[in-house]
T-cell receptor, first 110, second 113 residues
Framework: NAGVTQTPKFQVLKTGQSMTLQCAQD?????MYWYRQDPGMGLRLIYY???????DKGEVPNGYNVSRLNKREFSLRLESAAPSQTSVYFC?????????FGPGTRLTVT | AQSVTQPDIHITVSEGASLELRCNYS??????LFWYVQSPGQGLQLLLK??????LVQGIKGFEAEFKRSQSSFNLRKPSVHWSDAAEYFCAVGSGGSYIPTFGRGTSLIVHP
């Protein structure tokens, strides 16, 4: 099992560009999450999906959209990137309380 | 609302010394508690968890944590630290009503040879 995979690993965008971060899990988990990690801020929840077909906002959803494509895949889209979105993005999945994390995407917006 | 405090931003220990990382939570009922570890450039990995029962829980890599309800704490311990334990450690709390945990801001562990 690969667990949780994320693509790409690194990305540099110019302000105003758009991109989609991809996440997939092979553990048949119902719930999936997107976090951002910034120095000294810990992990902040952007969006989550409790089950296929549902998505909900987390703590910091502004500037992002998500799609739960199917049970395996949960993508995060930046429509118009801003320097404030420079961060490391983590996808996670869970069946109940324990979360399993992907390796992260390091995004820089210039 | 639940919350988690990790009072120490950085902890420095010598290799072979004992370690205790502090975690305090705020939650009305019995919480679900977790410790995760993040090695440089990687995602978070679950070290251990507490749901109920024995308040001293064992995890991977020789770590343990003790749930103390009276102190609202769930401190992580290791009797002898190895250089490979240098990483960021996150405490998290969840509740029965939601599968979404609240994470602390993390403690960075530095290990000196």
């Amino acid at each position: 099992n690969a667990g949780v995979t994320q693509t790409p690993k690194f990305q540099v965008l110019k302000t105003g560009q758009s991109m989609t971060l991809q996440c997939a899990q092979d553990m048949n988990h119902n719930s999936m999450y997107w976090y951002r990690q910034d120095p000294g801020m810990g992990l902040r929840l952007i969006y989550y999906s409790a089950s296929e077909g549902t998505t909900d906002k987390g703590e910091v959803p502004n500037g992002y959209n998500v799609s739960r494509l199917n049970k395996r895949e949960f993508s995060l889209r930046l429509e118009s990137a801003a320097p404030s979105q420079t961060s490391v993005y983590f996808c996670a999945s869970s069946e109940k309380y324990e979360q399993y994390f992907g390796p992260g995407t390091r995004l820089t917006v210039t | 609302a639940q919350s988690v405090t990790q009072p120490d931003i950085h902890i420095t220990v010598s290799e072979g010394a004992s370690l205790e990382l502090r975690c305090n939570y705020s939650y009305g009922a019995t919480p679900y508690l977790f410790w995760y570890v993040q090695s440089p450039g990687q995602g978070l990995q679950l070290l251990l968890k507490y749901f109920s029962g024995d308040t001293l829980v064992q995890g991977i890599k020789g770590f343990e944590a003790e749930f103390k309800r009276s102190q609202s704490s769930f401190n992580l311990r290791k009797p002898s630290v190895h250089w490979s334990d240098a990483a960021e450690y996150f405490c998290a709390v969840g509740s029965g009503g939601s599968y979404i945990p609240t994470f602390g801001r993390g403690t960075s562990l530095i290990v000196h040879p």
